[in-house]
């Protein structure tokens, strides 16, 4: 993956009046998850911005169990590059000059504007595998493209799960051997270091007969 720089300012006013304010200076709220798994009650010292969140409890044990989160402001016009592209990245963010890497986990729009209200990152770590959507990229001519049929891409992008470091830009998919009326699902693609978490039955692409194939079929026959 790329890499793209982000700064960031903890956040400690998450009242509405603040974030309204907020997005008047063009400024956008945003949350950094995926951070360190802690004990509760905790009795550590957080910083500016974080707070402790609990999660579901283990079953096998009675200790409650929390993650840090922190509530972040980032500026619009720095995050423009990372939303309005196809591209994923992984983000070399800086709170305060501390240095820590995330990914884009989810982004809320408005539903009339589509102006950004909200941005979810996720901190990742070598050792650590993440879940993201990775874009797919046809590579190849199919056969039943040459015999007259069109091909047709059912999803742009496939889930991915792995280390960040081992996520490509883009889940490169060859159909030369897609035939005529045939389809290539998820289950039939395989890549090392990589586990696709879409269905296996989910068709990627397909090649579709068209009225002149149909004809030609017809003809032969």
Known sequence: MKSYALNAEPRTDLGKKATKALRAESKIPAVLNGGEVV????????KPGQKVVEIAENKTSNEKKGIIVTDLTLKLDDVRKLIYTPDIFVIELSINGEAKKAVLKDIQFH?????????????????????????VALEGHAEGVKAGGKLSLSMKKLKVKA???AIPERIV?????????????????HYEGLELMNS?????????????????QAQQG
């Open 39 to 46: 004990t509760l009650p905790f009795t550590g010292t957080l």
């Open 173 to 189: 998919v060859n159909i030369d051997n897609i035939q005529l009326g045939q389809s290539l699902k998820v289950g039939a693609l």
């Open 163 to 165: 280390t960040y470091d």
């Open 111 to 135: 539903p009339v504007s589509d102006e950004i209200l909200h941005i979810d990152l996720l901190e990742v770590y070598d050792n650590k595998p993440v879940v993201m959507e990775v874009p």
């Open 200 to 216: 296996k039955n989910a068709v990627v692409c397909a090649v579709q007969l068209t009225r002149a194939a149909r004809g030609q």
